[in-house]
């Protein structure tokens, strides 16, 4: 990078010298910059679709003896897909942050269309 004439000499300046696993700066970008920036856009957006994926669910769901709302994948992606191509992935990290339940690994279009999802 020192021999690359688009890099700027204070940016270099601005790196860490070598950080090491147990450092808590280890595998993060630079506090403050734009990296670390989008990373944080990034994480916004992406709690933003889990609520709108929650909300889709609540609403097109049915409330079951247990009082939770429950769809079934097939349901879910004919609605969801119109609003983003990305179902599969944002019910993967809403299952991650315990907001969903179902069962199975990861669901495809087609042959899990029977999946149960269930709001939690």
């Known amino acids: 990078q020192r021999k690359n004439p688009f890099s700027s000499e204070d940016r270099l300046a601005s790196k860490p010298a070598h950080t090491h696993r147990g450092d808590p700066t280890y595998g993060r970008p630079p506090e403050g910059s734009r990296t670390e920036q989008r990373g944080k856009d990034a994480h916004s957006h992406v709690g933003k679709e889990v609520e709108e994926l929650c909300l889709i669910i609540r609403s097109t769901g049915q409330v079951g003896e247990d009082g939770h709302v429950s769809v079934t994948f097939g349901q879910l ?11 599969v992935g944002i019910l993967l990290r809403a299952r991650k942050h315990g907001l969903v339940h179902f069962e199975g690994e990861m669901l495809w279009q087609g042959k899990d269309d029977d999946v149960v999802i269930t709001l939690l």
């Open 77 to 87: 992606f004919e609605t969801y897909v119109t609003i983003s191509n990305k179902v």
